[in-house]
């Protein structure tokens, strides 16, 4: 290759990269080391308070060497969740694999069941045998023909697979672990065929689901086949150049076959989630994530299910998912299949259990296996925000506002709007949102996600598309800027709110903002209000500026109507008489929302101020008025914004209201 003068350079950074990849092998031996020890001593594998504090201490070091705290706290955090992984796979899976030693699955040698199972067990003595259908790959275990079997239970994009749920109601066997893998499916054939050429393909009837978009627009018949590596190998045996299959880059390799297309699953982010029975039960350590899946059936009495998830939800567990499958005996009798967070050898979900088992008509509980799929535990922010000052919420109401059904309080708890880990509402912890008025460029933005995240901050705001009120003011750079943004949040580690203006805008940009947000101006925009309550993107609705709580509540009902229930309100200032601030920040609004609603409420002092110097004091206020969070504007260099410079605070006054 060239000379470059950039090549000594790059020596020194590979030669640096090579010491942090042995560094890292080093710290993983040593949890190894714990990890043995934890298990000899019966301690708890996850400890949250050392991992906080270990998080906040590797801060503090990286602040002095002058390196960002945001990129640091992210690789700490992906370090400590490998460290829980490799600890977990050491304790519970060792333990399963050595008793393993032949495993069943459905389809041809290379299908994704295949990898899977090859996944949970290990290559080392252990025999994979391929079954024509789920129901043999059972069947083997049932018979002692194999010690364990690898079932696909749920696709990301196609859902469910009901037939692997029916066979675990009917079959008396135990789950004993599950992986989640990414499914890639590729259009393959013989070497030789070309795109073009192909009038036929061949594919697993899940495969087709999950990639329907390409087949549509391939335009070639589609044969249904019993598995994805089967398909490969029928089109190894025809010869014909003009018959394809969707298989998976093992099948098709391991069969001479080339890749025509490398990526034709509808969504990229495709996987599915495996399970593997056997015919008893395992236990897993306590401290290891775990999951735990239970059949159940109740009666059709009204509330029956209910009952039953109220178990849970006393003990505090979370539950993961809830399949629902006819009961073929009894047309009126539903039966679940319940996967739980939790171990039923813990006190709290085996008292959970109880309840259920006295509740349901029936109930078996499959298994606990260790997880790595569990969500990361909510760990808390570095620098911790300041507390609540006021705690309304549970005054009864005597106020002359007439409430809509689905916002108003009713005693049922409050609603808490999650966000990428980031909880909202109730009695959580205030959080702080922040960034531009208006995303103007990548650096930009990654500055200002820089200082949030540095200042505490849980959320990425900015504006892509920019309702003004002038039709000749900066107007946003629209989708260009949502991919800076959320490059920017991703960086950080921030997940990203902003802006939609218009219907048609909400379905694509649902799929890269974390939470849509509503401005002032369409607060009344009842067609925008239907359209983000189709989708399952939490909701900010700012308040319109002439609108009375009333109307706001009522606004957030047309959300909520729609179906989604993830709506955050946000006050940001009303039009009064006063023009010393750009708006009168309602206060009370908030302890007044409060007692109304069950929904979280925000201040937003920037648009409520219009100028800096209030930002800082008129947010302490809505904290202490007992708001849920505050969403600020801020910009690395205010006097060149283009767009509400003066209201916009500094990177370091982020750190005055937040640090
Ligand atoms: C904003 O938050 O970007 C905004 C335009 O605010 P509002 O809708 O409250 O004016
Ligand atoms: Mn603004």
Not at 433 to 452: F, H, L
Not at 585 to 597: F, G, H, I, K
Request: with cysteine.
């Amino acid at each position: 290759m060239s000379d470059s003068p950039l090549d000594p350079h790059r020596a020194g950074i590979d030669a640096v990269d090579q010491q942090i990849l042995q560094l890292l092998a080093e710290r993983r031996r040593l949890v190894t080391d714990i990890a043995a020890a934890k298990v000899q001593k019966g301690l708890e594998f996850h400890d949250p308070a050392r991992e906080d504090r270990l998080l906040a201490e590797r801060v503090a070091v990286a602040r002095e060497y002058g390196l960002d705290a945001g990129v640091v706290v992210r690789l700490w955090e992906q370090i400590l969740d490998d460290s829980l992984r490799v600890q977990l796979t050491l304790a519970g899976e060792r333990r399963l694999r050595g008793r393993v030693r032949s495993v069943s699955y459905q389809g041809a040698p290379g299908a994704f069941s295949h990898v899977a199972a090859r996944r949970m067990f290990g290559e080392d003595g252990v025999e994979f045998m391929g079954a024509p259908t789920f129901a043999d790959a059972i069947a083997r275990v049932k018979k002692g023909r194999a010690d364990a079997a690898v079932l696909p239970v749920e696709n990301t994009t196609s859902g469910s697979i009901v037939e692997v749920y029916d066979l675990l109601i009917a079959n008396d066997l135990a789950v004993t672990g599950e992986v989640r893998l990414p499914v890639a499916h590729r259009l393959v054939g013989l070497p030789g065929s070309t795109l073009d050429g192909i009038t036929r393909v061949l594919a697993h009837p899940q495969a087709v689901a999950q990639c329907s978009g390409f087949l549509r627009g391939l335009g070639a018949e589609v044969v249904y086949s019993w598995d994805t590596a089967g398909a490969a190998e029928e089109v190894r045996e025809s010869g014909d150049p003009s018959i394809a299959a969707v298989a998976g880059e093992e099948a098709a390799l391991e069969r001479g076959l080339h890749v025509l297309h490398p990526s034709i699953t509808d969504r990229p982010d495709n996987f599915t989630r495996f399970l593997s029975v056997a015919p008893q039960r395992i236990e897993v350590e306590p401290g290891i994530p775990t999951k735990t899946s239970v059949v159940l059936s109740v009666g059709n009495e009204p509330g029956s299910l209910l009952a039953i998830l109220a178990e849970f939800g006393r003990e505090g567990i979370p539950l993961v998912k809830l399949e629902s499958r006819p009961n073929p005996d009894d047309p009126w009798e539903e039966t679940f299949i319940l996967d739980f967070e939790g171990n039923e050898t813990e006190e709290a979900p085996s008292r959970a259990l109880d309840g259920v088992g006295r509740k349901a008509r029936f109930m078996r509980v499959l298994g606990s296996y260790p997880s790595s799929d569990l969500r990361p535990h909510k760990r808390k922010p570095v620098v911790a925000p300041r507390q609540h000052g006021g705690t309304p919420a549970e005054m009864p109401a005597a106020l002359e506002v007439s409430v809509p059904k689905l916002a108003r309080r009713n005693g049922a708890g409050d609603t808490v709007v999650e966000v990428g880990g980031v909880a909202i509402g109730g009695d959580l912890d205030p959080v702080l949102i922040a960034g531009p008025c208006a995303v103007e460029s990548r650096q930009q933005v990654m500055d200002c996600a820089r200082a949030t995240r540095d200042a505490g901050g849980s959320l990425l705001r900015g504006g892509c598309f920019k309702p003004r009120t002038s039709p000749y003011s900066f107007q946003g750079l629209g989708f260009e800027a949502l991919e800076m943004l959320a490059e920017a949040g991703k960086a950080h580690g921030l997940p990203i709110v902003t802006e939609v203006l218009s219907p048609e805008h909400v379905g694509p940009m649902s799929e890269v903002a974390d939470v849509l947000q509503i401005g002032a101006r369409n607060m009344q925009n009842f067609a925008l209000l239907s359209a983000v309550g189709k989708v399952r993107r939490p909701v900010l609705l700012k308040r319109g500026m002439s609108a009375t709580i009333e109307e706001f509540l009522q606004a957030a009902e047309y959300v909520l109507a729609e179906g989604n229930r993830q709506v955050i309100l946000c006050e940001r200032g009303i039009r009064t008489f006063e023009t010393s601030t750009r708006n009168t920040l309602d206060l009370a609004a908030v302890p007044v929302l409060r007692q109304l609603t069950h929904l979280p409420v925000i201040v937003d002092p920037s648009h409520a101020a219009g100028s800096r110097s209030l930002v800082v004091p008129l947010g302490r206020a809505a904290l202490a008025a007992g708001a849920h969070g505050l969403m600020v504007e801020v910009h690395p260099n205010p006097a060149e914004a283009l767009s509400d410079g003066p209201q916009a605070l500094l990177p370091s006054d982020l750190q005055l209201l937040w640090g």
